[in-house]
């Protein structure tokens, strides 16, 4: 089985020092630079409760699959046994299961496809997106010409599961992975996960209630993020919760391991407060939304962020950790400075980088922090004119050429900078609903893979 190396890591050695140009010469702030990263109340977005996070992420209702509530794991002996749950409990774990998105919600702009295309600037490649129209991943080149396209229905794959309500998370992919002979992975947000070949044949499916993101390892494994809706009576007496994993799957899609990331930060010395002072102690209690595997290149300034450790974005806490899977425990938080957040990675120079959703109001961010001080060094926030704005999703790339990709979900946007801020490639999502094409899909992602990247195997190139 052909495995890649990480996709965010890959090609991206000389790239840190041109973001962290590009953001702070696009910032729309005054103090993009400098400081703890700390704002004054007055230029956040308001909170939004737990409750108003499934609103916005609307809520998905899914009768489960025979024998599911037996087959409900139970890692400690304080989790309230499934035959001993109320029914308000199953209808309340029922709905956390169920957390989904929106397949189009903004008003669509007249632009379609590429509207944009700096030749001699932009970074050539290709780009793989996932999003909110159906459950597909489609590659297609600069110019917005569809190269491949995958695509599997989650009926196709569970025939005999019933799920409720005509909006659902398994009616779109919310996160994809290609490999490099064409073999992509795909996540059914909070369902399942999915191995098809470049022909969409299935290889093998893992209904492990996978979600947000994931990353193959060079051994052919495969990490990925995963939930559990149940009543831990050590967290709250009779309310359900959703607690998050990392589970580790083999090349053939079968669990090896998975590792609580409640009980990470329960273990945690230092930064177990970060859960203790957590108000909400139901539903989405995590939300993590994204995963990275260290390589270590930090590892001599900031001994926390060893090679083989997990850099997470957990939105429901507001902070960005590191994890040691094998002590499972949280070894480094940072929080402050933003919320909501999505897509941590690890630059080259050892800085990370984040995408802030709530920067300020009607205003996203991507952030640059240095891990050894934790401050914040720059942003970049749009403009006036050229507003930037995604209340949920999004993602942020660092490419080799010193461009940044970011991907503006909600408004089904993406855009890549160049260093000097100046916009040189523009795509909006093509995919529109509604009676007369009035909504835009959410872009999950778009993702850039460099010219070197095998492509041979697409229809589009055959």
Request: aromatic share 8%; charged share 30%; hydrophobic share 40%.
């Amino acid at each position: 089985m052909a495995t890649v190396p990480c996709q965010r890591g890959a090609g991206v050695a000389t790239a840190a020092i041109a973001v962290l140009a590009l953001v702070a010469a696009c910032s729309g702030r005054d103090d993009a630079a400098g400081g703890s990263g700390s704002r004054a109340d007055s230029t956040r977005a308001a909170r939004p409760s737990v409750d108003e996070i499934v609103d916005l992420q609307r809520v998905y209702y899914r009768d489960g699959l025979p024998g599911r509530w037996a087959g409900v794991r139970r890692d400690t002996e304080d989790e309230t046994p499934a035959d001993e749950l109320t029914p308000e409990q199953r209808e309340e774990i029922r709905r956390l299961e169920s957390l989904g998105y929106v397949s189009g919600s903004r008003s669509a702009p007249e632009w379609r496809n590429v509207v944009r295309h700096d030749r001699d600037r932009a970074w050539a490649g290709v780009n793989l997106y996932t999003s909110g129209h159906g459950p597909e991943a489609v590659l297609m080149d600069m110019d917005g010409r569809v190269l491949h396209r995958w695509a599997r229905a989650y009926r196709e794959v569970w025939p005999d599961t019933v799920l409720e309500r005509s909006e659902r998370s398994e009616e779109h992919w919310r996160r994809a992975w290609l490999y490099p002979n064409g073999d992509l992975l795909a996540i059914f947000e909070g369902l399942a996960l999915i191995k098809l070949d470049r022909d969409s044949r299935v290889l093998w499916a893992n209904h492990c209630r996978a979600h947000h993101d994931l990353e193959v390892q060079p051994d052919g494994d495969i990490l990925v993020l995963a939930r559990e809706a149940k009543v831990l009576r050590r967290v709250h007496p009779s309310t359900p919760l959703l607690e998050d994993f990392v589970l580790r799957l083999g090349p053939d899609g079968r669990e090896k391991s998975r590792v609580s990331l409640l009980e990470c930060f329960e273990n945690s010395r230092e930064y177990r407060t970060i859960w203790d002072d957590r108000r909400e102690r139901s539903g989405d209690v995590f939300h993590t939304n994204s995963l990275e595997v260290l390589d270590g290149r930090l590892a001599a300034r900031v001994p926390e962020f060893a090679a083989g450790r997990l850099l997470l974005s957990v939105l429901a806490l507001d902070a960005v950790a590191v994890v040691d899977l094998a002590r499972r425990e949280v070894v480094w938080a940072l929080q402050g400075g933003f919320e909501h957040q999505h897509d941590a990675t690890l630059l080259p120079d050892g800085n990370l980088m984040l995408l802030d959703n709530y920067h300020a109001p009607g205003r996203s961010a991507v952030l640059v922090f240095d891990p050894a001080t934790k401050e914040l060094l720059s942003a970049y926030t749009g403009s006036d004119a050229d507003p930037f704005y995604t209340r949920t999703c999004g993602t942020n790339q660092p490419l080799p050429n010193g461009s940044l990709l970011v991907t503006e979900s909600d408004n089904g946007r993406a855009f890549e900078l160049a260093p000097d801020g100046t916009k040189v490639w523009e795509f909006y999502n093509p995919h529109r609903a509604g009676e007369r094409d009035e909504f835009i899909a959410t872009l999950f992602e778009v993702r850039r893979f460099g010219p070197d990247f095998p492509i041979d195997w697409a229809d589009g190139v055959r």
